[in-house]
């Protein structure tokens, strides 16, 4: 190679690796700390529940029928009407507040679970998953928490379900009490009586506290790759010892993991050790199976627009600048919130008369008449040997110009026996809008805080069947779901790898000792 096209090649070389090099979290999918979580209705959390001995009232409700969608939708609306006061005949304007604290529903009342194992030995438990608080709290040395589940195994066996539901400090040998001159002590005042610091976390639902004191101790994660990968690393929570309200009748009867965006919720711990970058994904899949991944940027390939953080109201909100529904476009400006613990989606006039009234002009299919027990009000029937019927995409142009498709925007309903109908699974709002899950199943959504982005992608996320409660295709589902799934997967997991920080990774070492040989090098033939 001729030595005025080496000098000419140096600088792209060294911009190339240096770029690769700062990319951090993006474009590290695979290889990015994570969970795994699990839809409120779900087989694998069934199964756990049915393991400690919680049961729905009224029981499970049929994935894809009427009840099952209405149970959804009720969900949603305890979760934005509560902080409104209103009568149930005289509910009031659909508003937000703090999250999943909303809830007044018991009995897993959240919409996702997810498997977390903490301590040495590991001891594993089924979180409920919040955006909307901050504190990942477990029951721990209860005085007052979700009592024993009852059920037909006895008095004794499940006292002995309930023991093992709760965290305690002195069986882990990692764990140790958060002192009260620690950065995570926000109730300094209240230490005189203590050595450690006490934590109180009063929610929007009625009464629904919790209470204990904060620890540090190890909890494991995994990578997606193929050959996954567990990771650890120390953080601070909160060890309930008592839980009021809505806590009380089991809907977080094993803890809470909160994604807020204050300092003391997992994402903020990791990225504050410099763990990972402030930002985290979630994708969820058609099986519902999701995966929520710590200090994933996303990829450069990936859509973004800017993010609005409410950090006095924990949310996650864009702007929208119009609105696309097969060939009829939009300009149409309004902003709304990325809620990933609201089935289905929200938007308030003039966005939601739109959608709905473009998309019902282009949809050739007979309209179901108004059912009391659907919360949609387009429907179109469905005849015998149709999945599903033709309908015009549906996108939203972001500020920016960025486009977010609605890869999944309606739901089959089975209505009765032999009997569906097709709905587009939007709700009115008088008020707010908020895309739910339905409209982000399918991409991989990424809330960066760090760079104040949202970034989105068309992602499969762990499809393996089509169970999915929101899936499409729920008529044809088995309901069934990975056989591979256990609990005792991530319990004392063997080859644990403490989790670095990113300025010491061995990755980001070796790319950097070799960008720096690899420019010796040609500076040498060069010159």
């Known amino acids: 190679m001729a030595p005025q096209l080496l000098r000419a090649l140096l600088p792209v070389l060294l911009f190339a690796g240096v770029a690769g090099s700062a990319s951090g979290g993006r474009g590290q999918w695979s290889r990015a700390p994570s969970l795994e979580f699990h839809h409120r209705f779900s087989a694998p959390v069934r199964r756990w529940a049915d393991a400690h001995g919680h049961q729905l009232p009224g029981g499970w409700p049929v994935p894809g029928g009427a009840a099952y969608v209405a149970a959804l939708a009720g969900h949603d609306r305890h979760r934005v009407l509560s902080a409104g006061g209103g009568a149930a005949d005289h509910p009031p304007p659909l508003t937000f507040s703090e999250g999943n604290a909303t809830l007044k529903v018991s009995n897993l009342g959240f919409l996702h679970y997810a498997l977390v194992t903490v301590g040495t030995p590991g001891h594993t438990f089924m979180v409920a998953l919040d955006t909307g608080s901050d504190l990942f709290w477990l029951p721990c040395q209860c005085d007052g928490c979700t009592?024993?589940?009852?059920?037909?195994?006895?008095?004794?066996?499940?006292?002995?379900?309930?023991?093992?539901?709760?965290?305690?400090?002195?069986?882990?040998?990692?764990?140790?009490?958060?002192?009260?001159?620690?950065?995570?002590?926000?109730?300094?005042?209240?230490?005189?009586?203590?050595?450690?610091?006490?934590?109180?976390?009063?929610?929007?639902?009625?009464?629904?506290?919790?209470?204990?004191?904060?620890?540090?101790?190890?909890?494991?994660?995994?990578?997606?790759?193929?050959?996954?990968?567990?990771?650890?690393?120390?953080?601070?929570?909160?060890?309930?010892?008592?839980?009021?309200?809505?806590?009380?009748?089991?809907?977080?009867?094993?803890?809470?993991?909160?994604?807020?965006?204050?300092?003391?919720?997992?994402?903020?711990?990791?990225?504050?050790?410099?763990?990972?970058?402030?930002?985290?994904?979630?994708?969820?899949?058609?099986?519902?199976?999701?995966?929520?991944?710590?200090?994933?940027?996303?990829?450069?390939?990936?859509?973004?627009?800017?993010?609005?953080?409410?950090?006095?109201?924990?949310?996650?909100?864009?702007?929208?600048?119009?609105?696309?529904?097969?060939?009829?476009?939009?300009?149409?400006?309004?902003?709304?919130?990325?809620?990933?613990?609201?089935?289905?989606?929200?938007?308030?006039?003039?966005?939601?008369?739109?959608?709905?009234?473009?998309?019902?002009?282009?949809?050739?299919?007979?309209?179901?008449?108004?059912?009391s027990r659907i919360p949609f009000e387009y429907c179109y029937d469905l005849s015998s040997n149709e999945a599903r019927i033709q309908t015009p995409g549906i996108s939203l142009r972001t500020l920016g110009g960025s486009l977010f498709p609605a890869i999944d925007p309606g739901q089959v309903i089975s209505i009765q026996q032999h009997e569906y109908v097709y709905c587009l699974a939007i709700v009115k709002s008088t008020k707010l809008n908020i895309i739910g899950q339905n409209f982000m199943t399918g991409v991989r959504v990424v809330f960066d805080r760090e760079r104040k982005i949202l970034g989105w992608k068309k992602f499969n996320c762990y499809d393996t069947d089509s169970s999915n409660p929101l899936s499409i295709n729920s008529r044809n589902s088995s309901g069934s779901t990975p056989e591979n799934y256990s609990p005792e997967k991530t319990k004392n997991p063997a080859g644990v790898t403490q989790l670095r920080p990113l300025s010491s990774s061995p990755h980001v070492m070796w790319h950097n000792n070799s960008l720096l040989l690899m420019f010796l090098f040609l500076n040498f033939l060069v010159f």
């Not at 193929?226 to 009748?249: E, M, N, R, W």
């Not at 990325?338 to 949809?363: N, R």
């Open 147 to 371: 009592p024993p589940a009852t059920g037909t195994s006895g008095a004794f066996v499940n006292y002995l379900r309930f023991q093992a539901s709760l965290y305690i400090p002195s069986l882990s040998s990692t764990s140790q009490a958060v002192p009260c001159n620690s950065d995570f002590c926000g109730l300094r005042k209240e230490c005189s009586t203590t050595s450690s610091c006490p934590y109180k976390m009063v929610y929007v639902s009625a009464d629904t506290s919790s209470s204990g004191f904060l620890v540090e101790d190890v909890i494991y994660l995994s990578t997606e790759d193929t050959h996954p990968q567990i990771l650890k690393a120390q953080i601070t929570f909160g060890c309930g010892q008592v839980q009021t309200g809505s806590f009380l009748d089991a809907a977080a009867p094993n803890g809470l993991f909160g994604l807020g965006v204050d300092m003391i919720s997992v994402p903020s711990i990791l990225a504050q050790k410099g763990l990972t970058t402030d930002s985290f994904s979630m994708c969820f899949g058609h099986d519902g199976i999701g995966r929520i991944s710590f200090g994933d940027q996303g990829s450069s390939d990936q859509q973004e627009t800017p993010l609005d953080i409410n950090q006095k109201h924990p949310t996650y909100a864009i702007t929208i600048t119009g609105i696309s529904v097969g060939n009829n476009a939009m300009d149409l400006e309004f902003s709304t919130i990325f809620d990933t613990g609201t089935s289905f989606t929200y938007l308030a006039d003039p966005a939601y008369t739109y959608i709905t009234e473009s998309f019902h002009s282009q949809v050739q299919a007979n309209r179901h008449a108004a059912d």
